[in-house]
């Protein structure tokens, strides 16, 4: 009995130690996150006056036309926005989001004396932009973001009955960049609008890893017609001219388990279907599957997944 309690405390302990650490790796990579967003931003976009969108964006024009630090405008803008939203997220995303914030804001005005590294423009907003957006995909991947405008506009879209959160976000987006225009002239807006992009590539790639750059998709597909749409798939794909490798996982429902089924004894029992093809061939692959069951659930994910333990076959494009 003794050993027994014994044993429970050293697994309490080491479980809580294994707890601390991980925490402790997540602040640390929050912290590198909010420094490499504030290397992009003052070493490369707002020196060549690009700015991105969402609060990083609304702060770089007034930084300009208020002769204020950004890094300063930054905290300030964000600080209140986090108090709204404090009932509405995990206590643990708020001290995230606040560490981030922080780190960002003293790192930005840290950095403000330094010289831009670059003086092109192209090349600084590709170089910012990067930075800017695997910054902020670091801090959002482990727990906490460096914008919190996002946030709070699907909290007001969501409460408020008003346009979609992504409709919502890309007006005021469009909005800072026309500003952009007005302020710092078109070609500096269309330098802005690549910092853009590439940022919100960066923030991606930094969430899912490098395989979200591959051009390739995969589909999961849930119908009653799984036979039906994995026949017309195969004799559709073998007509293109270019070899596409196309990846099919069938799994059918489990039986004997006990679990009452998710539908009618005289209907199909579903199936789950999984492809992997190239990004271009994802509309055309949806079209297949809606011709023959209009009632499928299509999720679509970026880059292929481990197929182990599936029962896997290869199509051939080609005959």
């Given at each position: 009995?003794?050993?027994?309690?014994?044993?429970h405390?050293?697994?309490?302990?080491?479980?809580?130690?294994?707890?601390?650490?991980?925490?402790?790796t997540?602040?640390?990579?929050?912290?590198?996150?909010?420094?490499?967003?504030?290397?992009?931003?003052?070493?490369?976009?707002?020196?060549?006056?690009?700015?991105?969108?969402?609060?990083?964006?609304?702060?770089?024009?007034?930084?300009?036309?208020?002769?204020?630090?950004?890094?300063?405008?930054?905290?300030?803008?964000?600080?209140?926005?986090?108090?709204?939203?404090?009932?509405?997220?995990?206590?643990?995303?708020?001290?995230?989001?606040?560490?981030?914030?922080?780190?960002?804001?003293?790192?930005?005005?840290?950095?403000?004396?330094?010289?831009?590294?670059?003086?092109?423009?192209?090349?600084?907003?590709?170089?910012?932009?990067?930075?800017?957006?695997?910054?902020?995909?670091?801090?959002?991947?482990?727990?906490?973001?460096?914008?919190?405008?996002?946030?709070?506009?699907?909290?007001?879209?969501?409460?408020?009955?008003?346009?979609?959160?992504?409709?919502?976000?890309?007006?005021?987006?469009?909005?800072?960049?026309?500003?952009?225009?007005?302020?710092?002239?078109?070609?500096?807006?269309?330098?802005?609008?690549?910092?853009?992009?590439?940022?919100?590539?960066?923030?991606?790639?930094?969430?899912?890893g490098?395989?979200?750059?591959?051009?390739?998709?995969?589909?999961?597909?849930?119908?009653?017609?799984?036979?039906?749409?994995?026949?017309?798939?195969?004799?559709?794909?073998?007509?293109?001219d270019?070899?596409?490798?196309?990846?099919v996982?069938?799994?059918?429902?489990?039986?004997?388990?006990?679990?009452?089924?998710?539908?009618?004894p005289?209907?199909?029992?579903?199936?789950?279907?999984?492809?992997?093809?190239?990004?271009?061939?994802?509309?055309?692959?949806?079209?297949?599957?809606?011709?023959?069951?209009?009632?499928?659930?299509?999720?679509?994910?970026?880059?292929?997944v481990?197929?182990a333990?599936?029962?896997?076959?290869?199509?051939?494009?080609?005959?």
């Amino acid at each position: 009995m003794l050993r027994a309690a014994i044993n429970h405390v050293q697994f309490a302990a080491s479980g809580k130690a294994a707890r601390s650490r991980h925490r402790g790796t997540h602040i640390l990579i929050v912290i590198l996150g909010g420094i490499l967003a504030a290397i992009g931003l003052e070493l490369f976009l707002i020196p060549n006056q690009i700015v991105v969108g969402g609060m990083t964006g609304i702060s770089a024009l007034l930084s300009h036309m208020t002769e204020m630090r950004i890094g300063l405008l930054l905290f300030l803008f964000n600080l209140p926005f986090i108090v709204i939203a404090y009932r509405h997220i995990r206590l643990e995303f708020t001290i995230m989001t606040l560490l981030g914030i922080v780190v960002l804001s003293l790192s930005s005005i840290f950095l403000h004396p330094v010289p831009a590294l670059l003086d092109n423009s192209l090349s600084a907003a590709v170089c910012g932009g990067v930075c800017l957006g695997l910054g902020i995909g670091m801090v959002v991947r482990y727990g906490g973001t460096l914008d919190t405008l996002e946030m709070n506009e699907r909290y007001l879209a969501r409460h408020r009955g008003l346009l979609s959160p992504e409709n919502v976000i890309m007006m005021m987006n469009c909005s800072i960049l026309t500003a952009a225009g007005f302020i710092f002239g078109w070609q500096q807006a269309m330098y802005s609008i690549i910092a853009y992009i590439l940022a919100f590539e960066m923030l991606h790639v930094s969430i899912r890893g490098i395989h979200g750059l591959l051009p390739y998709r995969t589909l999961c597909i849930m119908s009653s017609c799984g036979e039906d749409i994995e026949r017309a798939i195969q004799l559709r794909f073998r007509k293109i001219d270019d070899p596409v490798e196309l990846k099919v996982s069938s799994v059918s429902p489990a039986q004997g388990t006990g679990a009452k089924p998710m539908w009618e004894p005289t209907t199909r029992p579903p199936q789950f279907l999984m492809y992997t093809v190239h990004f271009l061939d994802v509309m055309r692959l949806k079209g297949i599957i809606k011709n023959i069951d209009p009632a499928a659930s299509i999720a679509v994910g970026a880059g292929r997944v481990s197929q182990a333990g599936n029962v896997m076959k290869k199509v051939d494009n080609k005959q």
